[in-house]
């Protein structure tokens, strides 16, 4: 008799869990934003651009293939919340950011560190926000990209993300930012860090160059070659592709692997020495070398990672040398990695690390092995 009043019981809560919810909304009735796009206008305000799909034309329904695969909704206020609630007057569906894949920035929120700041505990306090998105700059507007169209039917938000999904051995994917990441770099004392920018040109989006960001304002734009020259002090180098003229023949080198470590040391004269000891591991991709030449040959290879050693030492000191004249800002942590690695110095330098840094030496060393030569059929 007992067992059997548990089992009743335990029916009765079933049937109580299954009853409705009074706040259920249908899919129909929710406006997802695959993509986000903030500016900010000369007055001040944050203008918001959002990225909806049109469903219809996604699911073949209602003979929507006669319509665009996605509209955009756009607002301007004092907060990013503002905005989004005086969309709210123009929109009949309820704004959802749970599938969001990608937020841009325009270039006008780097003039503004404190803007900037605004928008990162925004997007922190936002829940519905997947902290996983890339976040990019846009060279000018932000509306002006997402608004831009795509190749195929996605909107931008999946085009973006499908270029850094589907190209894991680009240089570019090495250098993406995570929302957690840009609200973790917002928050910290020094607002040093690469953002990567999307560009609209001839109606083609493409994810190339990175924003530098010194205390939160762009300090300028690192192209291609100068990002794989940075590459180097992080260790993003895995598939970063080097040419090389022997006098053999072109060799194309690919990086598999390589490491750099720093060491610090205060001359007598009170001027930081930077050591960077560079080690890494390639193989060969490709070669057309004259007739009779091997390159199995163990001279033609040890002439290979010479060449390969002086080019990165040559890289590392150009890319070095624009930190502390063309970006003015320590953008690889030197600064933190000496925290850990010689505390001392680290306290007796932290109140003027940016005019030490100016002025810094460094003595770059780097060592190329080549470990694979390729495989034919």
Not at 246 to 271: F, N, P, Q, T, W
Not at 292 to 298: N, V
Not at 304 to 317: C, G, H
Request: overall charge negative.
């Amino acid at each position: 008799m007992i067992n059997r009043i548990k089992r009743l019981l335990a029916l009765s809560m079933a049937l109580l869990l299954l009853t409705g919810c009074w706040d259920k909304i249908e899919i129909n009735e929710l406006a997802f934003v695959i993509a986000l796009g903030i500016d900010m206008e000369e007055d001040g305000r944050y203008t918001v651009t959002c990225v909806i799909p049109n469903l219809p034309v996604y699911t073949g329904k209602e003979g929507g293939a006669q319509d665009e695969a996605k509209y955009t909704k756009t607002a301007s206020a004092s907060t990013i919340t503002g905005a989004y609630k005086e969309l709210t007057t123009r929109l009949n569906k309820e704004l959802n950011f749970e599938h969001m894949e990608a937020l841009v920035l325009g270039d006008s929120l780097f003039q503004d560190p404190d803007k900037l700041k605004q928008l990162a505990n925004h997007v922190d306090r936002n829940a519905q926000y997947s902290k996983k998105i890339p976040v990019l700059a846009a060279k000018g507007k932000a509306a002006d990209v997402l608004e831009a169209p795509t190749t195929d039917a996605n909107a931008v938000g999946q085009y973006i993300s499908g270029i850094y999904e589907n190209n894991a051995s680009s240089i570019i994917r090495h250098f993406e930012v995570s929302l957690q990441e840009f609200i973790s770099k917002m928050s910290g004392e020094e607002i040093n860090f690469l953002l990567p920018m999307v560009l609209l040109e001839e109606e083609e989006i493409s994810i190339e160059n990175a924003m530098v960001l010194k205390d939160g304002r762009n300090s300028g734009i690192m192209e291609l070659k100068d990002m794989e020259r940075y590459s180097w002090l992080r260790n993003f180098t895995t598939g970063l592709e080097y040419p090389l003229s022997l006098s053999h023949g072109v060799v194309s080198m690919e990086i598999e692997e390589s490491k750099c470590k720093y060491g610090y040391a205060m001359d007598a004269e009170g001027r930081l020495t930077i050591s960077l000891s560079i080690e890494a591991y390639a193989k060969i991709g490709e070669y057309a070398f004259d007739r009779g030449d091997d390159l199995a040959e163990e001279s033609i290879r040890n002439e290979i990672e010479r060449l390969a050693s002086e080019q990165i030492k040559s890289d590392v000191t150009t890319m070095l040398a624009a930190m502390q004249t063309v970006y003015q800002a320590d953008i690889c942590g030197l600064n933190e990695d000496m925290k850990f690695q010689n505390k001392k110095l680290y306290l007796e330098t932290q109140d003027i690390w940016q005019d030490v840094f100016a002025n810094a030496n460094f003595a770059v060393d780097a060592e190329v092995t080549v470990r694979r030569i390729g495989i034919t059929k």
